[in-house]
């Protein structure tokens, strides 16, 4: 499975754009990047995922660069609310799991 | 649309006993999925179903871990007897079907049960 590797912790002001670097340099080419976060003693929750596209939805944007090697989750407007681990998580084509690494702490200031 | 439910929230016990966790994945959902999550570490998955049957239990510490999914609806994951390394949040995800890939929902998880073993 493709191995992602992201930075532990950063923190973000209340109200500007928080940018969340993966690198999955050994990503195939038919396997997705997903990226989920995780609240305090919640499940994991879905945000956005791509292939080679750059990705928009009412949470987040994604950009996935040419070579797809890396790609950064970017939310536009952190509130605190947007306090969480999240995680990068490349798909593997066979099968259906998600294997997930430690994430990246991401905390907002206010 | 409901999402996953899981019982109990928290569940304290010594070690050497048992203890049993229950997962009702959305309805309609064929495969469901349990992950361990120990503190500080990303979830771990432990075994996968589509409808009653195994797809991968690879990582399932079979000696002591059991799961079934006996009608292919809800499920049960057991440890028995329990160890103090158990102590994580058993997480139970559910997705519409095995090759449920790019879709927009991919995994749908529960909030999780909390194990601690004293």
């Known amino acids: 499975d493709a191995k992602t590797t992201q930075p532990p912790s950063m923190d973000c002001a209340e109200g500007r754009a928080a940018n969340l670097p993966c690198n999955h340099s050994t990503i195939s080419g038919n396997e997705y990047v997903y990226w989920y976060r995780q609240i305090h003693s919640q499940g994991p929750q879905y945000i956005i995922h791509?292939?080679?596209n750059n990705e928009t939805n009412e949470m987040a944007s994604l950009i996935i660069t040419e070579d797809r090697k890396s790609s950064t989750l970017i939310l536009p407007h952190a509130t605190l609310r947007d306090t969480a681990v999240y995680y990068c998580?490349?798909?593997?084509?066979?099968?259906?799991?998600?294997?997930f690494g430690t994430g990246t702490s991401l905390t907002v200031i206010p | 649309e409901a999402g996953v439910a899981q019982s109990p929230r928290y569940k304290i016990i010594e070690k050497r006993q048992s203890v049993a966790f229950w997962c009702n994945p959305i309805?309609?959902?064929?495969?469901l999925y349990w992950y361990q999550q120990i503190l500080g570490q990303g979830p771990k998955l432990l075994i996968q179903?589509?409808?009653?049957?195994?797809?991968?239990d690879s990582q399932l510490p079979k000696d002591r871990f059991s799961a079934e999914r006996l009608k292919g609806v809800d499920s049960t994951l057991k440890i028995q007897p329990a160890k103090l390394e158990d102590s994580a949040v058993y997480l139970c995800?559910?997705?519409?079907?095995?090759?449920?890939?790019?879709?927009?929902?991919?995994?749908?998880f529960g909030s999780g049960t909390r194990l601690t073993v004293v």
């Open positions: 179903f589509q409808n009653n049957g195994v797809v991968d």
């Open positions: 995800a559910s997705s519409l079907d095995f090759w449920d890939r790019g879709t927009k929902y991919g995994y749908t």
């Open positions: 998580i490349v798909r593997p084509p066979t099968g259906n799991q998600f294997y």
């Open positions: 791509g292939l080679k």
């Open positions: 309805s309609g959902h064929a495969t």
